[in-house]
Nanobody, 115 residues
Framework: QVHLVESGGGVVQPGGSLRLSCTAS????????MYWYRQATGKERELVASISSGGSPNYADSVKDRFTISRNNVWNRVSLEMNNLKPEDTAAYYC?????????WGRGTQVTVSS
């Protein structure tokens, strides 16, 4: 049914930037709020950002003013532009959507911020 595929993770130095992308299939993408979560090793999964079907974004306080979420409804893609990355941003980042009252997740993409 719903398939989410993330890309763009990697290793970056503190202060650097990465852009994550998530491509969705099996869903009328433009109708749904999309989410980015992250989970660091040994920590709970936390919401990083969301974007409504109408394009209204929300951010966790920890990433506000550094990350930007956007969506492209033509290409069924939600992106997360991450700037001024910090070591505490190191985590696996997951794309998420709630569809027909069920959660769907990508497999995740690893972001490591290290000198």
């Amino acid at each position: 049914q719903v398939h989410l595929v993330e890309s763009g993770g990697g290793v970056v130095q503190p202060g650097g930037s990465l852009r994550l992308s998530c491509t969705a299939s099996g869903i009328n993408f433009r109708l749904y709020t999309m989410y980015w979560y992250r989970q660091a090793t040994g920590k709970e999964r936390e919401l990083v950002a969301s974007i409504s079907s109408g394009g209204s974004p929300n951010y966790a306080d920890s990433v506000k003013d550094r990350f930007t979420i956007s969506r492209n409804n033509v290409w069924n893609r939600v992106s997360l532009e991450m700037n001024n990355l910090k070591p505490e941003d190191t985590a696996a980042y997951y794309c998420h959507v709630r569809y027909r009252d069920s959660p769907f997740w990508g497999r995740g993409t690893q972001v490591t911020v290290s000198s």
